[in-house]
């Protein structure tokens, strides 16, 4: 079994800044953030692989940054120029092998963006 243990989060003001840690207990193929507002279904934020590719979603481009160091087994979102609309609770996920159906989740993080 796979932990997933998720650090940061809290509250911040539009047109601020929050970094979100995911730190894995073994190593990890496929690393990535969504995120699910109330009322909203869970959504795609970003992922990266091992090889350091990445992928967004659209809402997030430009003001969000995925990275990764896979010597700790662990992986960052970096929001900037965070907006109302990014308000929700923020999952880690984790894949433990490229085509692999396996997938686990951390705890949930509350990210809070006022107006």
């Known amino acids: 079994q796979v932990r997933l243990v998720e650090s940061g989060g809290g509250s911040v003001q539009a047109g601020g800044s929050l970094r979100l840690s995911c730190a894995a207990s073994e190593s990890i193929a496929i690393m990535g953030w969504y995120r699910q507002a109330p009322g909203k279904q869970r959504g795609l934020v970003a992922t990266?692989?091992?090889?350091?590719?990445?992928n967004y979603a659209d809402s997030v481009k430009g003001r969000f940054t995925i990275s990764r160091d896979i010597t700790k087994n662990t992986w960052y979102l970096q929001m900037n120029s965070l907006k109302p609309d990014d308000a929700a609770v923020y999952y880690c996920?984790?894949?433990?092998?490229?085509?692999?159906?396996?997938?686990?989740w951390g705890q949930g993080t509350q990210v809070t963006v006022s107006s």
């Open positions: 990266i692989t091992r090889s350091d590719n990445t």
């Open positions: 996920n984790g894949r433990p092998t490229y085509y692999g159906s396996s997938e686990y």
